[in-house]
Structures are given as C-alpha cells and as structure tokens.
C-alpha cells in the first residue's frame, strides 16, 4: 500500500497557484519524496523530489515540512495543461525496494 | 530531452496467445522497470531489472511473465498464455541510478479478446 495519503480531488483557477498537499507520517530517514503525474492516459511524468530541503525546478517547487511528515507541490501558475493526476510517492534510494508505489492521487482540476 | 519510447502504442490480443512489449529505455540509463494500470485503476509495478538480471518482482509477475533485454537498447515485456485480465496499459520505467527518478514511457495499450 502507498505510504502517502493525499486528497481525492482538487480544483484551481488557471493563473492561480495549485498547492497540492501530501502526508507520509511514517516516512523514514533514507526516504526521499517524488511527485509524478499522469495526464489523462499517458505515462507519468516526473516532477520533482526533494529528502527534507525544498526544492524548485522548471515544473514546480516542493515545500516540505521540518519533521517531514508532510509536503505540498506548488504549481505556481497553473495551466489548462495541468490538469492530471498528481502521486506523491515515498521511496527510498539506498539498497532496499527501487519501486514505485503509487496511490490514487489527486486529480486536479485547472479551471478557465 | 532523451525520453522512453514503448511499442506498440496498442496491442490486440487472442486470449491464449503470447504477446510482447518493447521498449527503449534512455539511453545511458541501467534500471528497467514495468509497472501496469488496469483502467480505472492505480498503477502497479510489475518488475525491476538490473545487469541482466530480476531485482525484484511483484506478485502480479508470475511464471507467465518474462523479461530480456535483447541487446543494448531494447528492454522486452513477454507475456506468455493472456488472459483476459491482463489487458491494461503497460509502462516501461528507466533510472540511471536508483537515487535518480524513474521516467516513464507513454506505455502500450494491451487488449486481450
């Protein structure tokens, strides 16, 4: 099962920021955070990730909290493209399970 | 931006009969993986493949699952005997290194009849 617990359904205006938020209560030391996205059928796209400092790229930035038990993607200016489904995924990086668990996410809705 | 190319986009299938499904990973990348995503549902992984070799594989991959990479480019998903359940998008996933992300293919639509 997924070590994440994120809200079925969010809406946002196109121009706004979309703030998607994430809890992994049980994240542990070595455990990184990764955010995908799947847009209708395709496969999902690669966003960010981030251990504990926030980080931002190209896409989006990643806040995470200070005990790293929850996180929020920032969409800082939203499009129409941005519509999707977005997984915040824990997964470790040394030894352990490579994969990817993924949960339902949150289905974001970008709004004219 | 190199990116995970999979072929075909959509496979149909007799029940009974093997399929396989192909994909080119990133180039200078060594992970491989499958996952698959029954519609409706969430994306499940199948598979992880390294040097050659299994890393890891779920419950889903059972015996009627295999995985090859051929030669230095293609990354192979072989189904033997479908069934019916098995229809559903597959994704081929590569990493260049298991502390970087997985980056994921547009997948194959597979449809067993």
């Known amino acids: 099962d997924a070590k994440t617990t994120q809200p079925p359904s969010m809406d946002c205006a196109e121009g706004r920021a979309a703030n998607l938020p994430c809890n992994h209560s049980?994240?542990?030391?070595?455990?990184?955070v990764y955010w995908y996205r799947q847009i209708h059928s395709q496969g999902p796209q690669y966003i960010i990730h981030?251990?504990?400092n926030n980080e931002t790229n190209e896409m989006a930035s990643l806040i995470i909290t200070e005990d790293r038990k929850s996180s929020t993607l920032i969409l800082p200016h939203a499009t129409l493209r941005d519509t999707a489904v977005y997984y915040c995924i824990v997964r470790g990086t040394q030894g352990g399970s490579e994969k990817l668990v993924f949960g339902k996410g949150t289905k974001l809705t970008v709004n004219p | 931006e190199p990116e995970v190319t999979q072929t075909p986009s959509h496979q149909v299938t007799q029940m009974g009969q093997e399929v396989i499904l192909r994909c080119v990973p990133i180039s200078n990348h060594l992970y491989f993986y499958w996952y698959r995503q029954i519609l409706g549902q969430k994306v499940e992984f199948l598979v992880s493949?390294?040097?050659?070799?299994?890393?890891?594989k779920s419950e889903i991959f059972d015996d009627q699952f295999s995985v090859e990479r051929p030669d230095g480019s293609n990354f192979t998903l072989k189904i033997r005997s479908t069934k019916l359940e098995d229809s559903a998008m597959y994704f081929c996933?590569?990493?260049?290194?298991?502390?970087?992300?997985?980056?994921f293919g547009d997948g194959t639509r597979l449809s067993i009849l």
């Open positions: 981030g251990l504990k």
């Open positions: 493949f390294y040097n050659n070799e299994i890393s890891e």
């Open positions: 996933a590569s990493t260049g290194d298991t502390y970087q992300p997985q980056h």
């Open positions: 049980t994240i542990s030391g070595n455990e990184y």
